[in-house]
């Protein structure tokens, strides 16, 4: 295994950031950890790269104990944290020699690893990191993080505050790393991009709730979901949520994915209800899971 994690637990004074997680990575894996702000994800990550220490249980990165053989892991592992860390007035080139050069390496080394990549910024290597677009700075500092060629990458809700289309392009670069045989740990609050995980382990207040594919937790969502819409969402909302038999009802988009208590659920029922709370043009439909419902779900 890659990462090994057994039994983590951390608390800050009152708060238990983490509790009893355990999970592993397999090498050449490309490994999400999904959750939203506050569930831990960001103290684990600490843990794995040396910068703090857990209060309870032990883990392990690319062979080597995170206490006992920390230096060995700095020297193995790349790490993209969540806020934008490097020095903001240092040219992108300047930046990329720094890291280079911390490691005891050269951008012409392993330009091989970032060439895909620093093409795309090359344009604007002379430019201070400040001064860059937001999915330029996610790019640079994605590049500073693998200039020294690391086994295990570590990335810490990387796309957070960036535009759609260089969500997309970055997750395409992580595609290309795994099958340079690069080990990855991404952490994200965005739950379609779990689905371009190989792996995920859904995370809530410190808690694993699943660990699968996410076809596999997809598929073993129990319940029936319904699209249900109707002319005035906000009072569909709060009539389903009156309704007796409601198991969960959530918004998402245009509609409210409702899923009922009973096996012999019947929409026309349900129907005829809504039309008494006053909402007209009510239209149901079955559809499938998402990663978000089955959260929801394991999170009550």
């Not at 032990?58 to 969540?82: E, H, L, Q, W």
């Not at 808690?207 to 997809?218: A, G, Q, R, Y």
Request: charged share 25%; aromatic share 12%; glycine share 6%.
């Amino acid at each position: 295994m890659s990462i090994t994690v057994t039994n983590i637990s951390r608390s800050f004074k009152n708060v238990k950031a983490l509790n009893n997680v355990s999970f592993d990575v397999k090498e050449g894996e490309l490994f999400g950890l999904i959750g939203p702000d506050g569930a831990g994800k960001t103290t684990l990550f600490r843990i794995l790269t040396t910068l703090l220490f857990a209060d309870e249980g032990t883990s392990s990165v690319a062979g080597f104990d995170v206490v006992n053989d920390y230096k060995s892991i700095r020297n193995s592992v790349g790490y993209m944290p969540g806020r934008f860390s490097l020095y903001q007035d240092l040219t992108v080139e300047e930046n990329l020699t720094f890291f280079a050069t911390i490691f005891g390496t050269t951008i012409e080394e392993n330009y091989d690893l970032i060439k895909d990549i620093y093409e795309q910024i090359e344009p604007f290597k002379h430019r201070r990191a400040g001064k860059l677009s937001g999915g330029m700075k996610q790019k640079l500092a994605l590049c500073c993080a693998l200039i020294h060629k690391p086994e295990v990458l570590f990335l810490d809700e990387p796309t957070t505050g960036v535009d759609p289309v260089s969500r997309k392009e970055f997750w395409e670069m992580l595609k290309r790393l795994q099958h340079k045989g690069i080990t990855m740990l991404v952490s994200t609050p965005y739950m379609d991009e779990a689905a371009l995980c190989d792996r995920i382990a859904l995370i809530q207040d410190g808690n694993i709730l699943e660990i699968d594919t996410p076809e596999s937790i997809v598929n073993n969502y129990p319940k029936t979901i319904y699209n249900v819409s109707a002319n005035n969402m906000y009072q569909l909302i709060k009539s389903l949520n009156n309704y007796e038999h409601h198991y969960s009802v959530y918004p998402f988009g245009e509609f409210v994915h409702y899923t009922d208590k009973r096996e012999d659920f019947d929409p026309a029922e349900l129907s005829r209800y809504l039309e008494d709370c006053s909402l007209t043009n009510i239209t149901f439909e079955i559809t499938k899971p998402t990663i978000e419902d089955t959260f929801m779900d394991l999170a009550k």
